[in-house]
């Protein structure tokens, strides 16, 4: 593990903030949470002016679109834009850290062609097919089938949790293509169109009031072969790329964005008279701890996603388990810290709050993870 920065990572880091401070300034304000096509027009905008400056798919490889640059320079990339409060991928999440690298490290040549390019101008957005009603946790156990017909794949089932489906132009879709084989070996992984006929998009309000995710109805969409990535039902395999991404890096920005949190809410008590609580003061030492903790992981992460050739590893199920506890914590301490504003969701925190319940679930139960841990890392038995 290398905790060293070399001179030409600092480099990169001097100029990477000098062109922050650059443009920052003269972004738009932000669309309110409910204004989903202000809010894709706004993450796309930013999308592009990263493209310009060449900072799009910075760590992708140069063949896929991106500029090559080691895992080392993403995650100095990643705490410099989120220090500087520069936008997040927002609605462009799913294609730029999940759907993207899957297909750059998966797809065919002419594949990579077609869907790395949009996505890194952000000319097009995607969405997440995975869950379904009685397979979140257990994917495996999905069951919207794909049956061949010719040239195309016709779809049918039902998908949940599908994040930011309704702007999305492109989805990442698992279904069953072999209902007879052992059911982690029956698995494709299609990319399909979101205008396709056939689809439909129910919006699921959330406990924040947000419609970010939503539930999908497929009705015999169909879907060309070639729109396949990887082999036909090697989509579990595919897959657990697309999730090692997902637990691996993904949350790195919100690593900084929590430390930054968390002094500010030491700032809060300072200023409320809460300080002066002993329990209190430990409890935020301690979640600083965490998060330093945390933030080594990740760059330990790193460093064994440098030397495998960039795909993080194991690792990132450890990481995503702790951290998901450690937000929860974080925000539970906020609560404390704002008393009886706590509720007032407009207040700062407040709907951080209320997401933060969602970490333990979203990308792998803290359950799933654990079972990562035992089995892949530690050796342990499966359970009975």
């Known amino acids: 593990m290398d905790l060293a920065y070399t001179e030409a990572e600092e480099e990169f880091r001097a100029r990477l903030r000098e062109w922050l401070a650059a443009v920052l300034p003269s972004l738009p304000a932000k669309p309110g949470p409910d204004d989903w096509p202000g809010r894709r027009a706004y993450?796309?905008?930013?999308?592009r002016m990263l493209y310009d400056a060449g900072y799009a798919g910075l760590h992708w490889p140069a063949d896929a679109g991106g500029r090559g640059?080691?895992?080392?320079?993403?995650?100095?990339?990643l705490e410099e834009t989120e220090k500087a409060g520069a936008p997040y991928v927002g609605a462009n999440f799913v294609g730029l850290l999940h759907?993207?690298?899957t297909i750059a490290a998966e797809g065919t040549a002419e594949q990579r062609a077609r869907w790395l390019p949009p996505v890194l101008r952000g000319d097009e957005i995607w969405c997440q097919g995975f869950s379904e009603p009685d397979a979140g946790s257990d994917l495996a156990s999905l069951r919207t089938r794909a049956v061949r017909d010719g040239d195309h794949y016709v779809v049918s089932g039902q998908k949940i949790w599908t994040s930011h489906a309704e702007v999305a132009d492109w989805c990442e879709l698992l279904v069953r293509t072999d209902p007879t084989a052992?059911?982690?070996r029956g698995i494709s992984w299609l990319a399909m169109r979101m205008d396709a006929p056939g689809v439909t998009v129910r919006?699921?309000?959330t406990l924040a009031g947000s419609t970010e995710f939503a539930e999908m109805f497929l009705d015999e969409v169909r879907v060309p072969v070639s729109h396949r990535i990887g082999a036909e039902n090697d989509g579990w395999r595919v897959t657990m790329v697309t999730l090692s991404f997902e637990r691996g890096t993904a949350f790195v920005g919100e690593v900084v964005a929590c430390r930054r949190t968390l002094a500010a809410l030491a700032a809060e008590a300072q200023a409320n008279g809460r300080w002066d609580d002993p329990v209190l003061r430990r409890r935020l030492g301690?979640?600083?701890?965490?998060?330093?903790?945390l933030w080594r992981l990740t760059q330990w992460n790193v460093s064994e996603a440098q030397s495998s050739g960039g795909v993080p590893g194991t690792g990132g199920s450890v990481f995503k388990l702790r951290y998901s506890h450690a937000r929860q914590e974080l925000y539970e301490a906020a609560a404390e810290v704002l008393?009886?504003?706590a509720a007032d969701l407009d207040r700062e925190w407040a709907v951080d709050r209320l997401s933060s319940l969602s970490y333990t679930i979203a990308a792998g139960t803290s359950q799933i993870q654990r079972n990562i841990v035992a089995e892949r890392i530690l050796g342990l038995p499966k359970g009975r």
């Not at 301690?286 to 903790?293: H, K, P, Q, T």
């Open 286 to 293: 301690r979640l600083n701890a965490e998060f330093r903790a």
């Open 182 to 184: 052992p059911r982690h």
């Open 203 to 205: 919006p699921l309000r």
């Open 339 to 341: 008393g009886a504003d």
């Open 99 to 101: 759907a993207g690298p």
């Open 43 to 47: 993450d796309t905008a930013w999308q």
């Open 69 to 77: 640059a080691t895992p080392t320079q993403h995650l100095i990339f």
